[in-house]
C-alpha cells in the first residue's frame, strides 16, 4: 500500500508540474500576441503633402539617392553611395514595380553593383495613395510607405515595416532625386 501511495504522489506532483508548466507556457505566448504590430500609415504620414499623392512622381525614369537609412543586414551592410531606380515590371499582369538597389560595396571607389531587386505593389486607394508594400528577395510584403515629400517630389521620407513573428522590423530612410548634401530646413 505504501508503494502505491508513494506512486500516487510522484503522479500528483507530475501533473501538479505539467500544469504549471503549461500556465507559464500560455501566459507567455498571450504576452506574445500583444505584440509589436507596425502602425497604421496615418499615424506617421503628412496629411497636409500625402493626401494628393502621385505615384507617376515618386516612380519614373530617375534615381533616388539615399541620404539616411537602415542597413538590412547582409544585403546592404558595407553599401556606399547608395541609390534606387524604380521601374514598371514587364508583366501586364500586375502593376507593379521592380525597385533596383545600386551601392559601391565597402568604398565609394568601388563598381557600382546591384545588390538586389524588390518589387513594389502600390496601393490604388486614393486617399492613401503612398501606402504601397515591397517583396525583397520573394519574401513576404513588408509595409513600404512614402511619408513625407518635399519641393514636389525633389526629397521624401520613406517608412518600412516588416512584421517578423511577433515583432517588427522598421526602417527609415531619407531621399533625394540628386546626390547632394540633403537640405538642413527638411
Known amino acids: ?96 514595380y521592380n525597385d533596383e538597389y545600386n551601392c559601391r560595396k565597402k568604398s565609394v571607389n568601388n563598381t557600382v553593383i546591384t545588390a538586389f531587386n524588390s518589387t513594389l505593389v502600390p496601393n490604388f486607394n486614393v486617399s492613401e495613395g503612398g501606402k504601397m508594400s515591397e517583396a525583397v528577395f520573394g519574401s513576404d510584403e513588408s509595409e513600404y510607405w512614402v511619408l513625407d515629400q518635399s519641393n514636389d517630389y525633389q526629397y521624401v521620407l520613406v517608412y518600412a515595416c516588416l512584421q517578423t513573428g511577433l515583432d517588427t522590423d522598421d526602417f527609415v530612410y531619407l531621399f533625394s532625386r540628386d546626390y547632394t548634401t540633403f537640405p538642413q530646413e527638411l
Not at 525614369?61 to 537602415?70: A, G, I, R
Open 1 to 96: 500500500k505504501s508503494k502505491s501511495m508513494g506512486q500516487t504522489q510522484k503522479a500528483a506532483f507530475i501533473m501538479s508540474t505539467l500544469y504549471q508548466f503549461i500556465f507559464i507556457f500560455l501566459s507567455a505566448l498571450i504576452y506574445k500576441l500583444q505584440a509589436k504590430k507596425c502602425p497604421t500609415y496615418w499615424d506617421l504620414a503628412n496629411q497636409t503633402t500625402m493626401t494628393d499623392f502621385d505615384l507617376s512622381k515618386f516612380i519614373g525614369n530617375h534615381y533616388w539617392y539615399e541620404h539616411y537609412s537602415h542597413d538590412v543586414p547582409i544585403a546592404t551592410t558595407g553599401c556606399e553611395c547608395v541609390r534606387y531606380y524604380q521601374t514598371a515590371m514587364n508583366n501586364s499582369k500586375t502593376s507593379n
